[in-house]
């Protein structure tokens, strides 16, 4: 994903990840020993802020994150 194809808001966000947990039982969002390192994988960008995912996000972060 790249800042030209980002998410751009929240609900799309939660819906990604929803779909994520739903879908697998991966213990992160990507595979870390792809990329050696910080290896962004979801980026979100809201008006002028900007976020990201990286591929070891772990699945209880995830979690926490949506139940809020």
Not at 2 to 18: A, G, Y
Not at 20 to 49: C, F, H, R, Y
């Given at each position: ?6 998410l ?52 209880p ?5 949506l139940?809020n």
């Amino acid at each position: 994903m790249t800042w030209n194809n980002c998410l751009t808001s929240r609900e799309d966000l939660v819906l990604l990840l929803r779909g994520w947990l739903q879908m697998t039982s991966a213990k992160t969002i990507g595979n870390p020993n792809e990329n050696i390192g910080v290896a962004s994988l979801i980026k979100l960008k809201v008006g002028d802020k900007r976020f990201e995912l990286n591929n070891d996000t772990k699945r209880p972060a995830v979690e926490i994150f949506l139940e809020n």
